[in-house]
């Protein structure tokens, strides 16, 4: 069982935001009229008395130092930029396993915290924009892969590793070669929407057959990984529990924000592995 961390970070700075409520409204006037009453019946007060009775109990105390930190980190991580590690290569050469990326979340609209609801809109996914989404049939796991269907679209990938929008060929060129997993992989230079980017084929591998075929519903994306041959993304999703004009469609509300820069990669986190700053960079 993943931990859901935004609803842990939202009940501690209600609780926290409770104590230092608590204080302020109840304990603190208490205090403070101890202190009163105890100098109001000595002629000379002790500052070390005076210290005991201001003294905020250990759990007010705590929740207030840590009030103003967590909130901080709730309205960034909630509304501005959310941190995220790469735990795969489904998004090679774009993004490498280890490499810690940043999110814009309001990119795509303000949303409420846990709930998820859009309260705000802002902008809208674009055709090649790298994603970070929650994956429709667990909605506890992160996904990351790059928009290639908007709403109303018509999607296919051909047996040949052609992918179409709308009838139309997305364009590649082919820029190189390097190891696979079956051989030698290709790298090819794709322009899809506003982004120009690499992809990654095996052309050894599994070829698809000739009719895989799409059409994306109003609200909804389709999402393939840079990886091309090892992607598990819109293509290959086949959940019973949702309709099958569903499979592989992200919807609108699982949205987490747009990836746009490399801050540090660190593919191997041990102490005789450092992170390195080499891939620092914008996201294509």
């Given at each position: 069982?993943?931990?859901?961390?935004?609803?842990?970070?939202?009940?501690?700075?209600?609780?926290?935001?409770?104590?230092?409520?608590?204080?302020?409204?109840?304990?603190?006037?208490?205090?403070?009229?101890?202190?009163?009453?105890?100098?109001?019946?000595?002629?000379?007060?002790?500052?070390?008395?005076?210290?005991?009775?201001?003294?905020?109990?250990?759990?007010?105390?705590?929740?207030?130092?840590?009030?103003?930190?967590?909130?901080?980190?709730?309205?960034?991580?909630?509304?501005?930029?959310?941190?995220?590690?790469?735990?795969?290569?489904?998004?090679?050469?774009?993004?490498?396993?280890?490499?810690?990326?940043?999110?814009?979340?309001?990119?795509?609209?303000?949303?409420?915290?846990?709930?998820?609801?859009?309260?705000?809109?802002?902008?809208?996914?674009?055709?090649?924009?790298?994603?970070?989404?929650?994956?429709?049939?667990?909605?506890?796991?992160?996904?990351?892969?790059?928009?290639?269907?908007?709403?109303?679209?018509?999607?296919?990938?051909?047996?040949?590793?052609?992918?179409?929008?709308?009838?139309?060929?997305?364009?590649?060129?082919?820029?190189?070669?390097?190891?696979?997993?079956?051989?030698?992989?290709?790298?090819?230079?794709?322009?899809?929407?506003?982004?120009?980017?690499?992809?990654?084929?095996?052309?050894?591998?599994?070829?698809?057959?000739?009719?895989?075929?799409?059409?994306v519903p109003a609200g909804h994306y389709f999402m393939?990984?840079?990886?091309?041959?090892?992607?598990?993304?819109?293509?290959?999703?086949?959940?019973?529990n949702i309709p099958k004009a569903l499979h592989g469609?992200?919807?609108?509300?699982?949205?987490?924000?747009?990836?746009?820069?490399?801050?540090?990669?660190?593919?191997?986190?041990?102490?005789?592995?450092?992170?390195?700053?080499?891939?620092?960079?914008?996201?294509?």
């Amino acid at each position: 069982m993943s931990l859901n961390f935004p609803l842990l970070l939202v009940i501690a700075v209600a609780v926290c935001g409770l104590l230092a409520l608590i204080d302020l409204l109840f304990l603190a006037p208490r205090r403070r009229a101890a202190i009163a009453n105890y100098q109001g019946s000595v002629s000379q007060p002790e500052m070390a008395v005076v210290e005991q009775l201001n003294k905020e109990p250990l759990l007010v105390e705590y929740g207030k130092s840590f009030f103003p930190v967590l909130f901080i980190v709730l309205v960034l991580r909630s509304f501005l930029v959310e941190p995220f590690q790469i735990p795969s290569g489904s998004m090679k050469p774009t993004l490498e396993v280890g490499d810690f990326i940043l999110v814009n979340k309001f990119s795509y609209g303000i949303r409420l915290p846990v709930i998820d609801k859009k309260v705000i809109e802002v902008g809208d996914p674009q055709r090649g924009d790298v994603m970070v989404f929650r994956y429709p049939s667990d909605p506890n796991v992160n996904y990351i892969k790059r928009v290639v269907g908007l709403p109303g679209d018509q999607i296919s990938y051909t047996r040949d590793k052609k992918l179409f929008v709308n009838g139309q060929p997305i364009a590649e060129q082919l820029v190189g070669t390097e190891p696979g997993t079956l051989g030698s992989a290709e790298l090819y230079k794709e322009k899809l929407g506003a982004a120009e980017h690499l992809i990654r084929k095996e052309m050894s591998r599994y070829r698809m057959p000739p009719d895989q075929q799409w059409t994306v519903p109003a609200g909804h994306y389709f999402m393939m990984g840079d990886n091309r041959d090892n992607s598990n993304d819109s293509r290959y999703w086949d959940d019973p529990n949702i309709p099958k004009a569903l499979h592989g469609m992200v919807p609108d509300q699982n949205i987490v924000g747009k990836a746009f820069a490399v801050w540090m990669s660190w593919p191997e986190p041990k102490l005789s592995h450092f992170p390195s700053l080499s891939r620092v960079g914008l996201i294509q």
